[in-house]
């Protein structure tokens, strides 16, 4: 019996030697097992793969949906003639065609000649009713030198204004001159531009303006003309 139980010993110290070295009890070394497809963490990663994918088609599909759109650079006055420097792309998503066929679009081709029924800012779309293609008998562009004093300082691109021509000065009894009276001869015309002088040393005595005259008054454009040479032109802003 005694062999018996010496062998039993023996045998166990010889399977399992770790458990006798130094005195320590090590535990058995186990096999890693790979995660099997009921692993809740493989799931949840092919869940966040497949949302990816998802949002980034979405987001791909609305990139699709965008419609590129002219947009105003700057500020526009009505009459004015338009070309491609005015105007800038912007990217825009319309609920259905119907607002987008209201809006130019940058694939339609731009005609030669645009003219502006009415105003837009900047940044403002373009909408296709509010242009029309430019003809002789619409406004001519008008460029006069007006004295600075004679022009209010608040008169910019796109303000509207009248146009005052002072008469000839008569020669009185006695040799003096006596002053004649003011007739408005231009009234409610578009200013199309009003360059300031930016530079301190250039002279600031008289202002630039050009305006939108109807083709139809010959007569007051040439009042204008003339008395433009001589300082008797005066303009008054309607705001």
Known sequence: MSRNLSRNLSRNSSHD?????????VPPATRATRPGWRDPRLWIGVALVTGSVVAGARILAGADDMTQVWSASTDLVAGQTVDADDLEATRIRFGDDLDRERYLAVDDELPASLTLTRPLAAGELVPAAALGE???????????????????PDVVRGSRVDVWVIGDRTVGVGGGRRGAGAEAVLEDIVVLDAPVVSDSFASATSRQLVLSVPADEDESLGLVLAASGDDRVRVVGRG
């Open 134 to 152: 430019a003809t002789d008998e619409d406004a001519v562009a008008v460029s006069i030198a007006v004295a600075a004093e004679h022009v209010p």
């Open 17 to 25: 030697p770790a458990r006798t070295s130094g005195g320590l009890d």
